[in-house]
């Protein structure tokens, strides 16, 4: 098992940017890779969301959060007037700070400081009470799967490869929160036949296989 653990969650390599020169800069470890699930849970012809991961060893967790709060109170001070953030409007900032995770850290932290100097002073329990919402908002699970079920269970009769990986995904798959935090991507229903998928999906490859042996001999 890896010792690198998820730190944060980004929507795009562009965005992990700032973390990962402060990693290096520092000389702190760490590794990055996409969470991606591999079955479109909206059963849609959507791009499936794919998120950039930045992990770190656990017990260096508290000291790169130190990092970034250092850094970012420096560079806030310092952030030229053009900057683009300085064009959005009240609502649209409090929505950077109640979506960190589609932030950089840096983002987060102007967003603050031009919304403390527009007289409206995020205080730290309600930017913890944002946090919150947001934990919650993403760990939510899917919408009930139906149609990947169906579609699961008209596999069975199809050989059962399908259906196994169909399973697979519904029981399985999790999904990374912005802290780290894995949570089933999927409500339980789903979870259950997605395990009752895998069970009749293999059952299902092993008659099949037996039949293909028993037509050639």
Do not use: C
């Amino acid at each position: 098992m890896s010792e690198f653990q998820a730190y944060q969650r980004f929507p795009n390599v562009e965005v992990a940017q700032p973390l990962l020169h402060l990693l290096y800069q520092h000389g702190i470890p760490y590794e990055t890779k996409l969470d991606q699930p591999s079955i479109d849970p909206s059963f849609a012809f959507n791009a499936t969301s794919t998120y950039f991961l930045v992990l770190v060893r656990p017990h260096d967790f508290e000291a790169v959060r130190k990092l970034e709060l250092d850094t970012d109170e420096t560079l806030t001070a310092q952030a030229p007037a053009n900057h683009y953030l300085f064009t959005f409007s009240h609502d649209e900032l409090m929505e950077v700070l109640l979506k960190p995770d589609e932030w950089s850290s840096f983002d987060v932290a102007l967003a603050r400081r031009i919304l403390g100097q527009r007289g409206h002073e995020v205080h730290p329990p309600l930017l913890e009470h944002l946090h919150q919402q947001r934990r919650l908002e993403l760990a939510r699970p899917e919408p009930r799967q139906q149609a990947w079920v169906a579609l699961g269970y008209l596999a069975v009769v199809g050989g059962g490869i399908l259906a196994v990986l169909i399973g697979w995904h519904l029981y399985a798959h999790h999904k990374t929160l912005p802290d780290g935090q894995q949570v089933p991507s999927f409500q339980a229903p789903d979870r259950a036949s997605g395990l009752r998928l895998m069970v009749l999906g293999s059952i299902s490859f092993v008659v099949w296989l037996a039949y293909r042996f028993y037509q050639e001999q």
